[in-house]
C-alpha cells in the first residue's frame, strides 16, 4: 500500500474537480492511502459553477494584486505540507499543476519526496492569452521552475506533452495521461422513455452537449442550423449544463421562432450527467483548446454516442474520422453543421459509431482506475531507486 499526498489548488467544482476525485476515489479503491492538501472550504462550492470567493476577487482585485495573492498562498499551502507529510510520512506527493504554486516544490526539496505534477494545460501561455499578467516575467519563471523541478510530469494529451518538451523537459520525463471515466457510472445509465417523455423529447433525434456553455463552443451554429429544418422535423438540441452564454443561445431560439427544439437542463449534479447523456443520439464536442483531454468527449465514448468533434491534433489522439466519430473541420464556418447534417441521415453510420465509442474505452484504457495503475506503478518506480 502507498501513501500518496495529494496536492492541488483547485477550488471550483467543474471538469477539474471531477479529475480531483476520481483519481483520488481510484486510488483508494486499489487499497492506497491518500491524504488531501487543498483550500479549505472548497467543499462548500456547488457542481458545476466557480468558487464565488475567487471569482469576486478575480473581478474586483487589480490584477497585480490577485497575482501576489496566488504568490502568498504558497506559504499557507508549504505549512499544511510540512504539517502532512510529517504526521503522515507519505511515499510521494502527487500534485495537480497550477501557475505560482510553488510550495510542492519546496517541500519535495526539503523532505527528499519524488514529486510527480499533473499537467492538464499550459497555464501561463493560457492567462497570457485570454486575461495577461502583471508579473509576466514570474509567472513564465514559475511555469518552467514547477515543470523543470518535478520529478515526473503527466500531461494530458501528446500536443500538451510537446509543450512540456519545449520547456527542455526530457520526454523520458513524461507520460501522457488522458482523462478516463468511471465505467460503472455509464453503464447504469440508460434512456429511459419516462425521462424523454418529461425532457419532452420522445420521438426526438437528439442532439447533445454536456458542460459549461461558453461563446467558442458555437452552438449558435446548431442554433442556425435547426432553423433551417422543416416544421414537421424531430431533430432537438439538449443542452446539459449552463454559462455565461446560455441567455443568448435562448433568445436566439426565440427569435428563430424554435425554443420547442431547444432544452436546457441548467446545472446537473455530476451523478445524473449520465442518465442525460443517455437521451443523446449524437454527441457534440462543438470545440475544445487545442492542448486539452476533453472530459465530456470520454464521457461521451463511455456512453457509446455517435460523436462529432473538430478535427484537431489532441483529439485525433482518441477520435478516428468515420470510425468512433465524424469530425469537422474547425477552420471552415459551416463544417460543424454540414457534419451533423451528414450523421443525421445516416442511421448506419450513427449505429456504427455508437457501437465502436464503447470499444475505444477498452483499447485505449481510458479509465481512471486505468489511470491510478499507471501512476502508482511510477511511484512505486522510485521508490525501488530510493
Known sequence: MLKILYHHRTSSKDGQAVHIEEMIAAFKAQGHEVIIVAPAGRENTEFGVDDKRVAFLKRYMPRFCYELMELAYNWVAYRELVKAIKLHQPDCIYERYNLFLLSGIWVKNRFNLPLILEVNSPIFEERLRYDGFSLHRIAKWCQSYIWKSADFLLPVTQVMADIVHQYGIDSRKTLVIHNGINLHQFEQAAPSEAAKAALGLNNK?????????????????????????????????????????????????????????????????????????????????????????????????????????????????????????????PDQANSMPETINRLCKDQALIERLQKNARDTIVRKQLTWDENAQKITRLIEGFKHHA
Open 205 to 329: 433525434l437528439v442532439l447533445g452537449f454536456t458542460g459549461f456553455i461558453r461563446k467558442w463552443h458555437g452552438l449558435d451554429k446548431v442554433i442556425d442550423m435547426l432553423a433551417n429544418d422543416a416544421p414537421n422535423s424531430a431533430r432537438h438540441l439538449l443542452v446539459v449544463g449552463d454559462g455565461p452564454e446560455r441567455s443568448n443561445l435562448e433568445q436566439q431560439a426565440k427569435s428563430l421562432n424554435i425554443e420547442d427544439r431547444v432544452s436546457f437542463t441548467g446545472v446537473v449534479e455530476r451523478n445524473q450527467i449520465p442518465a442525460y447523456v443517455a437521451l443523446f443520439d449524437i454527441a457534440l464536442q462543438p470545440a475544445v483548446v487545442p492542448y486539452a483531454s476533453p472530459l465530456k468527449l470520454i464521457e461521451y465514448l463511455a456512453a457509446g454516442k455517435a460523436i462529432v468533434a473538430p478535427d484537431q491534433p489532441n483529439i485525433g489522439e482518441l477520435l478516428t474520422d468515420q470510425e468512433n466519430a465524424l469530425l469537422f473541420n
